[in-house]
T-cell receptor
Framework: SAVISQKPSRDICQRGTSLTIQCQVD?????MFWYRQQPGQSLTLIAT?????????ESGFVIDKFPISRPNLTFSTLTVSNMSPEDSSIYLC??????????????FGPGTRLTVL | ELKVEQNPLFLSMQEGKNYTIYCNYS?????LYWYRQDPGKSLESLFV?????AVKQEGRLMASLDTKARLSTLHITAAVHDLSATYFC??????????????FGKGTKLSVIP
């Protein structure tokens, strides 16, 4: 499995500001994903971060609110823009390691706990 | 749209008892995953189930998959306190475009009481 780190691990932000979350993997991966987990809730996929092209967003999520970058096969960023208290969540990146695996198993980073005041 | 339902959402059980968590999903899938999440932590992969009739066991946990019924179960045998956590099932669509995208159930918060 891949070792995944996220920065920051947690932050408290003011309404109207933006925060960029970084996801770093210790090995090259084919796919990287960003999920949101609202307090006490399940995980919802925000987008798939595509290397060298624009991210693919799920219904209900837009690029202006959640711009994503993926400059290479080991790194991605998610920005939460113009934050409101409703954006308070845990944001997790996950990865699918390089190489064929029938399971297509994903591994999750430690998450970034965001509180918006 | 793929929907995943877990039940129960909350489970309080005594140490030493057995119980089963159920995961139903709405459309055809060939991959089902079980994850564990401890409070304030990320998700830990427990099981990957790839075919009808698949059964996997690790310690006191056993997971199975019935693709015809679109049902997976996570069975807990002789529960111990260390198993207290939230358990999520997640389903991926049938292999093909978008087949990496996981849809999660709401999770089952398990509390094991001495």
């Amino acid at each position: 499995s891949a070792v995944i780190s996220q920065k920051p691990s947690r932050d408290i932000c003011q309404r109207g500001t933006s925060l960029t979350i970084q996801c770093q993997v210790d090995s090259q991966v084919t796919m990287m994903f960003w999920y949101r987990q609202q307090p006490g809730q399940s995980l919802t996929l925000i987008a798939t971060a595509n290397q060298g092209s624009e991210a693919t967003y799920e219904s209900g999520f837009v690029i202006d609110k959640f711009p994503i970058s993926r400059p290479n096969l080991t790194f991605s960023t998610l920005t939460v823009s113009n934050m409101s208290p409703e954006d308070s969540s845990i944001y997790l990146c996950s990865v699918k390691p390089l190489g064929f695996r029938p399971s297509n198993e994903q591994f999750f980073g430690p998450g970034t706990r965001l509180t918006v005041l | 749209e793929l929907k995943v339902e877990q039940n129960p959402l909350f489970l309080s059980m005594q140490e030493g008892k057995n119980y089963t968590i159920y995961c139903n999903y709405s459309t055809t899938s060939d991959r089902l995953y079980w994850y564990r999440q401890d409070p304030g932590k990320s998700l830990e992969s427990l099981f990957v189930l790839l075919s009808n009739g698949a059964v996997k066991q690790e310690g006191r946990l056993m997971a199975s998959l019935d693709t015809k019924a679109r049902l997976s179960t996570l069975h807990i045998t002789a529960a111990v306190h260390d198993l207290s956590a939230t358990y999520f099932c997640a389903v991926a669509p049938i292999s093909g475009a978008g087949s990496y995208q996981l849809t999660f159930g709401k999770g089952t918060k398990l509390s094991v009481i001495p």
